[in-house]
């Protein structure tokens, strides 16, 4: 967190709080100009392959920021850390490569929290660099240092996979890059290092770093738990399958296509499985998990291969889904193997076993799919005309219409970011991602994330010179975590075009609590006039009715630059179907 109100240091006086510093030729260091721990941090991201970082200054992070200045990555300062980690994950999910996060210390640390706990529950690979106090201030001695925490990293350990602290300079490059192997290796996830202040600043007699490897580890099946599954799918009359979001980390969706059609099983995705397999294939039960009459098609089958889920809340409708039939559970984490369900558990990274089963299928299986008489297809076909039967039996035609205007409005490359919001709730069960990526905020729940994480989504899309225009989708009172990075899309120009839909408070608790209570309390918000806030901010914005979304957005896409369309208007969810009549 930037330190408000203090005062930096002149240039080329010591930074406040540092002690002086050590002259380059008694340290050992060959003339020339003095490099820091910073710089080795800079070089080694660099050689590893990152190009952009996100972040915010702070006093004890100087090291760092000085050290970008003699380097190429490409800083994007966001306004709020919590916002700088989304904003890393959203552009680690549209590129697929390491999203790369700077903070500095205590607040500025604490402040990025809940976005990396959306990228732990989510699996996205980051690197994160945090600032520490001096060395001699470490121990949780209370030497009163500003920022200081009794231990920093402890702070992190729910959130990352791993936290390490670098006492001496010349551990820098090893520890990124043992920290990069880590985030891309399966279960994949945020790391965190942390480096004190004088650490990142005195000068060093380390030389440069010119390369820098980092491979994931393999995370292959054991062989005889493949041949075991292999041996149930083969008897299997009735195979269905579950995509989880583990299906796309691990790159699995042309395995995942070429499996189903070996096994001839229903496919269905998860809210963060969305898009892992194709939306109209015959096979495809799309993304209805939160409909009955899906649960009922998963509990006939006899055995349900579940790959990268822990057939958690949503994904078991509310924990109300009770199979008949066996299951085979895939996940690269071992702790969600067997949590919530039974079954054959096999800890392996998705894509590589996907891969194993799709291999032993090569010459197709003895037993054809038969769901009592009824092909898959069919079964597949009767269950999407009774979900849309369903939905078409509630009074749901503006929101079915405001949906359709979106998606008929987004190109079909397009990447969509969506915010804890009734949009993305229909979003998870109604969005086709045709070619573009579906990217919410369901592993951890957190508000705030959609416009964020958007930002970095579009970055991310234009360093790697591809079409970067991305959509965010939030409510209003999730847009207010994060409308102070109007700035920072206006600051760097960043195409993203925000569709805010304001319905006057947090909608869906409102539904809840109404539901639940006959009446609602504490949902209702005071709100900015939306379209004025981003003017103010020197972003084009406009007002339209809920029918008109889909121009709306069309016009926006051919834009420059960030702009935003307010749609005030209140949405209904379609009737849960876990409650029993």
Known sequence: MADAGSTLPAAGSTPAGVPAAVAADAAGVPPGPVRNGGDLVVETLEALGAKTVFGIPGQHALGLFDAMGRGNLHFVSSRVENNSAF????????????????????????????????????????????????????????KGMLHQLDDQKASAANVTKSQRLIQHASG????????????????????????????????????????????AADNPPRVELVREAVKWLEAAERPAIIAGGGTRRGRAEATLLSLAEKLQAPVICTPGGNGAFPWNHDLSLQSWIEDRHMTDVLEDADVLVVIGSSLGEVTSNYFTFAPRGRIIQIDAEPRVLESNRPGLGIRADAGQALSALDAA?????????????????????????????????????????????????????????????????????????????FHSAQGAGGLGYGFPAAIGGAVGLQTLGRPARVLAVSGDGSSMYSISELATAKQHNVPVTWLIVDDGGYGILREYMVGAFGQATATELARPDFVKLAEAFGV??????????????????????PNVVVVETLLKMFAPTHLGD
Not at 96 to 107: A, D, I, K, Q
């Open 540 to 561: 084009p914005a406009r007002r339209v009715a809920p029918g008109d979304v889909g121009d709306a957005l069309k016009a926006s896409f051919a834009g420059d630059g």
């Open 361 to 437: 299928f090569d010459a197709g299986r003895s037993v054809p799919a038969n769901w009592h008489g009824a092909t898959p297809a069919s079964v597949v076909k009767d269950a999407l005309a009774n979900v849309r039967a369903r939905l078409e039996s509630q009074d749901l035609a503006k929101e079915l219409g405001f949906m359709a205007g979106i998606r008929e409005a987004v190109p079909a490359d397009m990447q969509t970011f969506w915010d804890m919001t009734i949009s993305a709730y229909w979003g998870w069960s109604c969005w086709d991602a045709r070619e573009g990526q």
């Open 87 to 142: 904003a890393a994950d959203g552009y680690s999910r549209a590129t697929g490569e390491v999203g790369v996060l700077f903070l500095s210390t205590g607040p500025g640390a604490l402040t990025s929290l809940a976005g990396l706990q959306e990228a732990y529950a989510t699996g996205v690979p980051m690197v994160v660099v945090a600032s520490q106090i001096p060395l001699e201030g470490l121990g949780a001695r209370r």
């Open 172 to 215: 820098i490059p090893s520890a990124i890059q043992d920290a990069w192997t880590e985030a891309i290796s399966s279960p994949q996830g945020p790391v965190w290092l942390e480096i004190p202040q004088n650490v990142l600043l005195d000068p060093i007699m380390v030389p440069p770093v010119e390369d820098a490897l980092a491979l």
